[in-house]
């Protein structure tokens, strides 16, 4: 949390408790699910999206976003290409891809928990020696 600053986009829209919505669903900005969505969750456009699943939440599909913080229950891949966050009452069952993570004290994953780096090296570093040292 030191640095650079993880400060999600703030919520655009809202699935609230109660409602069911099956078929993907593509946002921008924020969103924030109170609800049941049966289907995949992504976010779309220039900037960053960030995704918010709330203890009643419940999302059966695959999530692709750069932000996520869940304290619902997924079923389904996540990936975050910025940063999780899951909450106490985070249960999660399928894999989650991220590049920061940050896990509460309660969250349950089902699933591997894998890093993906951002910028993969293409250029090999050699470990050369100081001149005029011998072992």
Do not use: W
């Not at 918010?52 to 229950?73: M, P, Q, Y």
């Amino acid at each position: 949390m030191f640095g650079k600053s993880n400060k999600p986009s703030p919520i655009d829209s809202l699935i609230g408790a109660g409602t069911t919505i099956e078929g993907d669903i593509t946002f921008v900005g924020g969103l924030r699910v109170d609800g049941h969505v049966k289907g995949n969750v992504r976010a779309t456009g220039g900037k960053p999206g960030t995704l918010v699943l709330s203890e009643l939440a419940k999302v059966e599909g695959e999530i692709d976003v750069a932000h996520i913080v869940v304290n619902g229950t997924v079923a389904g891949p996540i990936r975050a290409t910025e940063y999780v966050e899951l909450l106490p009452k985070a249960r999660v069952t399928g894999d989650v891809c991220y590049k920061s993570i940050e896990i509460h004290v309660g969250a349950i994953v089902m699933g591997q928990l894998v890093y993906e780096n951002p910028q993969k090296s293409d250029k090999i570093v050699e470990f050369k020696p100081a001149a005029g040292k011998s072992d």
